[in-house]
């Protein structure tokens, strides 16, 4: 058992990353961020689906920007390019990775 709000204090700058489970080719992390962050584009191997519990963001997903706020979710893909344009500062996320296919 654990709670997803404590311990969530965000690093300086950049993002910190909290795997909360890991079980099966799923791994849950919890993500907070700063608003101090250096844009990055991620293209994982694995889908992923990731939800912003708190703060906004703005996204870059294949060349087209979406703009998140609290409560909004979204899936990418496996091999779906993704950058995180900017966020709110100690914004969370809960982001969910499936490794492999369910046969």
Same mark, same amino acid.
């Given at each position: 058992?654990?709670?997803?709000?404590?311990? *969530?204090?965000?690093?300086?700058?950049?993002?910190?990353?909290?795997?909360?489970?890991?079980?099966?080719?799923?791994?849950?992390?919890?993500?907070?961020?700063?608003?101090?962050? *250096?844009?990055?584009?991620?293209?994982?191997?694995?889908?992923?689906?990731?939800?912003?519990?708190?703060?906004? *963001?703005?996204?870059?997903?294949?060349?087209?920007?979406?703009?998140?706020?609290?409560?909004?979710?979204?899936?990418?893909?496996?091999?779906?390019?993704?950058?995180?344009?900017?966020?709110?500062?100690?914004?969370?996320?809960?982001?969910?990775?499936?490794?492999?296919?369910?046969?």
């Amino acid at each position: 058992m654990g709670n997803l709000y404590e311990d *969530a204090l965000p690093p300086t700058t950049g993002e910190r990353f909290d795997t909360l489970l890991s079980h099966q080719g799923l791994v849950i992390e919890r993500i907070v961020s700063t608003s101090k962050i *250096a844009s990055q584009e991620y293209v994982q191997e694995q889908d992923e689906w990731v939800v912003l519990l708190t703060g906004e *963001a703005q996204l870059d997903v294949a060349g087209r920007r979406v703009a998140l706020r609290a409560g909004d979710y979204l899936f990418l893909p496996a091999r779906t390019p993704h950058t995180v344009l900017k966020v709110s500062d100690k914004a969370m996320w809960l982001a969910v990775h499936l490794h492999g296919r369910a046969a």
